[in-house]
């Protein structure tokens, strides 16, 4: 189903048609809106819920309104404590809103653009000031054992409807494949999902066949990683988008989770390549990750065939200009190409600059130090994608998951210079990342390169100055939804809990919880303090 735009309230003449997204308490509950003191019963069907309507009588742009949920018989058993008020008196209409959410869109204080943005056109779906709420309807029974069953990775995914709503849009899929997603989140209470559309069918959410839905269980602020595509954003690297939602499934609610988009074809075209319909043909994509015991994503040579390497770390997801049989010639050629190279030959930008979107590369590097994320690819090999750019003939690094950054977790030894970020790790036999240590460390060009980008993300966004204010945005924006979702009962699902409460939710942007060691400002002004010290150029 195409999607389609349902007015909050319209204002005609001396008439309205009220609207809200709701999940009744019971279901005989229903909601209405107050307007002078009139209330006004509202309407769902099985094609608009969980959004309300109805038309009232009386109505104006000056009129103040509040939601209520009325029971059977017509009493109020909820109401907002709030009075509604129509920002712009000239409207003739206001957006989708959600009952007891007193701000439907937040403005977000802008964030310095260091490098040229990269950044796709905006989405209706992935619109960071609102807040999103996805229905999904799947059979009970079938979703209770999926939910029931998180680690089994080879279990097929489910049938379930979906339906969007943000302010001003909404958007419906009959069918679509549901099941539990992530690595280590599976082992946690509050799961992960993956919904994956019907494209044979046409059926797309603005044209991104896949979206997930993150549950950040580890982050007791639930924005740390929304806040690192923030700055991926500012820093000009291409990276997915993503936006809050409050996830419900057959009516009862899921979760708070952070939606973002899948590194796949749309991608790919949307922003690697900018919309344009050249390359005709994509290049090759690769996932990578550390996800078999054992072995990471290091990008070591290890032989000449496809073979050679465990699919698992390192995933062929396009074909691009490989053989059938032979998905990783043109990978196993760039770790050829690692392995010979001598760090301490002349030339060293021109060389890589051929092979690989070097900046890029050291500007995602420069976020995985400065955010201390040890599940990237300087600290674990895992989570990021290659893709080779046929329009440019080179390499891209994609990175991806940024949950586990800005000391979410407690490991000391993150909270150190670059030089010995991961130092010990990368020590470890057959445990090199040689295009860190061959490039950034070892490389005298590229490692005065790196440092310069280094201090100009530190100088231009990397402070309290750039990002306090959004941090302070984002604690605002979201703390009601945090609440929200840490009063939910998961207590029947199999996994952990790592028992944050909302008083975590503050002190982890200024203090550390048990689990994370170090709040968010604290983290930021550390790095901010120490990384002029580490450079030769500050």
């Given at each position: 189903?195409?999607?389609?735009?349902?007015?909050?309230?319209?204002?005609?003449?001396?008439?309205?048609?009220?609207?809200?997204?709701?999940?009744?308490?019971?279901?005989?509950?229903?909601?209405?809106?107050?307007?002078?003191?009139?209330?006004?019963?509202?309407?769902?069907?099985?094609?608009?819920?969980?959004?309300?309507?109805?038309?009232?009588?009386?109505?104006?742009?000056?009129?103040?309104?509040?939601?209520?949920?009325?029971?059977?018989?017509?009493?109020?058993?909820?109401?907002?404590?709030?009075?509604?008020?129509?920002?712009?008196?000239?409207?003739?209409?206001?957006?989708?809103?959600?009952?007891?959410?007193?701000?439907?869109?937040?403005?977000?204080?802008?964030?310095?653009?260091?490098?040229?943005?990269?950044?796709?056109?905006?989405?209706?779906?992935?619109?960071?000031?609102?807040?999103?709420?996805?229905?999904?309807?799947?059979?009970?029974?079938?979703?209770?054992?999926?939910?029931?069953?998180?680690?089994?990775?080879?279990?097929?995914?489910?049938?379930?409807?979906?339906?969007?709503?943000?302010?001003?849009?909404?958007?419906?899929?009959?069918?679509?494949?549901?099941?539990?997603?992530?690595?280590?989140?599976?082992?946690?209470?509050?799961?992960?999902?993956?919904?994956?559309?019907?494209?044979?069918?046409?059926?797309?959410?603005?044209?991104?066949?896949?979206?997930?839905?993150?549950?950040?269980?580890?982050?007791?602020?639930?924005?740390?990683?929304?806040?690192?595509?923030?700055?991926?954003?500012?820093?000009?690297?291409?990276?997915?988008?993503?936006?809050?939602?409050?996830?419900?499934?057959?009516?009862?609610?899921?979760?708070?989770?952070?939606?973002?988009?899948?590194?796949?074809?749309?991608?790919?075209?949307?922003?690697?390549?900018?919309?344009?319909?050249?390359?005709?043909?994509?290049?090759?994509?690769?996932?990578?990750?550390?996800?078999?015991?054992?072995?990471?994503?290091?990008?070591?040579?290890?032989?000449?065939?496809?073979?050679?390497?465990?699919?698992?770390?390192?995933?062929?997801?396009?074909?691009?200009?490989?053989?059938?049989?032979?998905?990783?010639?043109?990978?196993?050629?760039?770790?050829?190409?690692?392995?010979?190279?001598?760090?301490?030959?002349?030339?060293?930008?021109?060389?890589?600059?051929?092979?690989?979107?070097?900046?890029?590369?050291?500007?995602?590097?420069?976020?995985?130090?400065?955010?201390?994320?040890?599940?990237?690819?300087?600290?674990?090999?895992?989570?990021?994608?290659?893709?080779?750019?046929?329009?440019?003939?080179?390499?891209?690094?994609?990175?991806?998951?940024?949950?586990?950054?800005?000391?979410?977790?407690?490991?000391?030894?993150?909270?150190?210079?670059?030089?010995?970020?991961?130092?010990?790790?990368?020590?470890?036999?057959?445990?090199?990342?040689?295009?860190?240590?061959?490039?950034?460390?070892?490389?005298?060009?590229?490692?005065a390169r790196f440092e310069n980008i280094l201090l100009t993300i530190v100088k231009k966004v990397f402070n309290t100055k750039a990002l306090e204010a959004?941090?302070?945005?984002?604690?605002?924006?979201?703390?009601?939804?945090?609440?929200?979702?840490?009063?939910?009962?998961?207590?029947?699902?199999?996994?952990?809990?790592?028992?944050?409460?909302?008083?975590?939710?503050?002190?982890?942007?200024?203090?550390?919880?048990?689990?994370?060691?170090?709040?968010?400002?604290?983290?930021?002004?550390?790095?901010?303090?120490?990384?002029?010290?580490?450079?030769?150029?500050?």
């Amino acid at each position: 189903m195409r999607p389609y735009l349902i007015p909050g309230l319209l204002v005609l003449a001396s008439s309205a048609l009220a609207g809200v997204v709701g999940f009744p308490d019971s279901a005989t509950d229903t909601f209405a809106v107050v307007i002078n003191k009139v209330i006004t019963p509202l309407t769902t069907t099985n094609e608009t819920f969980p959004l309300w309507s109805g038309t009232v009588a009386g109505a104006h742009a000056y009129s103040g309104y509040r939601y209520v949920m009325l029971s059977a018989n017509g009493t109020v058993v909820k109401k907002e404590s709030f009075l509604r008020v129509f920002t712009d008196k000239k409207a003739t209409s206001t957006s989708n809103e959600f009952f007891l959410r007193e701000v439907t869109q937040t403005t977000l204080p802008s964030i310095p653009q260091v490098y040229d943005s990269v950044r796709p056109a905006p989405s209706r779906a992935f619109n960071e000031s609102l807040i999103g709420t996805i229905h999904l309807t799947a059979d009970p029974a079938t979703f209770a054992d999926m939910v029931a069953h998180p680690l089994d990775d080879d279990r097929k995914a489910i049938k379930a409807s979906f339906r969007f709503i943000n302010a001003d849009t909404t958007y419906s899929a009959a069918e679509v494949k549901l099941k539990v997603s992530g690595h280590g989140s599976r082992e946690f209470k509050k799961l992960s999902l993956r919904v994956k559309f019907d494209e044979d069918k046409g059926e797309t959410f603005f044209d991104r066949p896949i979206i997930k839905l993150r549950s950040e269980t580890s982050d007791p602020t639930m924005f740390r990683e929304k806040l690192y595509f923030d700055i991926l954003d500012s820093i000009g690297v291409k990276t997915t988008q993503g936006a809050w939602v409050r996830v419900y499934v057959n009516g009862q609610p899921f979760g708070f989770h952070l939606m973002v988009q899948d590194i796949e074809d749309p991608f790919l075209r949307g922003t690697v390549h900018l919309g344009s319909s050249q390359p005709k043909e994509l290049g090759s994509l690769y996932q990578m990750g550390s996800h078999v015991l054992g072995l990471e994503a290091t990008l070591q040579y290890n032989g000449s065939l496809t073979a050679d390497y465990n699919p698992e770390i390192y995933s062929n997801q396009i074909l691009g200009d490989n053989p059938k049989k032979e998905p990783m010639t043109q990978l196993i050629s760039f770790f050829k190409d690692l392995q010979e190279y001598d760090p301490t030959m002349s030339g060293g930008i021109k060389f890589w600059n051929s092979r690989l979107d070097l900046d890029g590369y050291l500007r995602a590097m420069a976020m995985e130090y400065l955010t201390g994320n040890w599940d990237a690819y300087w600290w674990k090999g895992n989570n990021y994608f290659m893709y080779y750019n046929p329009i440019e003939a080179r390499w891209l690094f994609l990175p991806t998951d940024f949950d586990s950054t800005f000391s979410d977790g407690g490991l000391a030894d993150v909270l150190t210079t670059y030089k010995n970020f991961a130092a010990k790790r990368l020590a470890r036999k057959g445990k090199d990342h040689p295009l860190i240590t061959k490039l950034i460390y070892k490389n005298k060009d590229i490692n005065a390169r790196f440092e310069n980008i280094l201090l100009t993300i530190v100088k231009k966004v990397f402070n309290t100055k750039a990002l306090e204010a959004r941090i302070n945005a984002y604690e605002t924006m979201i703390q009601d939804e945090v609440k929200w979702d840490y009063s939910l009962d998961r207590s029947k699902n199999p996994g952990k809990t790592t028992g944050f409460t909302i008083t975590d939710f503050h002190k982890s942007i200024t203090g550390g919880v048990k689990g994370v060691n170090i709040g968010i400002k604290p983290w930021i002004k550390d790095r901010e303090t120490s990384v002029p010290t580490q450079v030769s150029t500050a």
